[in-house]
Nanobody, 121 residues
């Protein structure tokens, strides 16, 4: 059983910062690409940023320059540092990870339960 648990969401004012964390636990052999997605009310879930096991990053155009994704492979933890937050960043943020539970199994996608980020203008 694998669990992804996000933390760090909350209510902030425009221009402020937040740091999200996502800890993976359970039966884990390897974690490959990890990412943060978000879903605003009435909108589809979208990719915010992703990072490979080797550290290659990818960002949505809407957050480039304001957001930094990072990971600690030793701790199986993913981070998202968000600066200069805007009201448009208001959404539920979800952690995603491609995880192989044993060497004999292919990797699967796992999702966290989500953490709410609300930015007031």
């Amino acid at each position: 059983q694998v669990q992804l648990v996000e933390s760090g969401g909350g209510l902030v004012q425009a221009g402020e910062s937040l740091r999200l964390s996502c800890a993976a636990s359970g039966s884990i052999d390897s974690i490959y690409t990890m990412g943060w997605y978000r879903q605003a009310p009435g909108k589809q879930r979208e990719l915010v940023a992703s990072i490979t096991r080797g550290g290659t990053t990818n960002y949505a155009d809407s957050v480039k320059g304001r957001v930094t994704i990072s990971r600690d492979n030793a701790k199986n933890t993913l981070y998202l540092q968000m600066n200069s937050l805007e009201s448009e960043d208001t959404a539920v943020y979800y952690c995603n990870a491609q995880i192989r539970t044993t060497i004999l199994r292919p990797m699967n996608d796992y999702w966290g339960q989500g953490t709410q980020v609300t930015v007031s203008s």
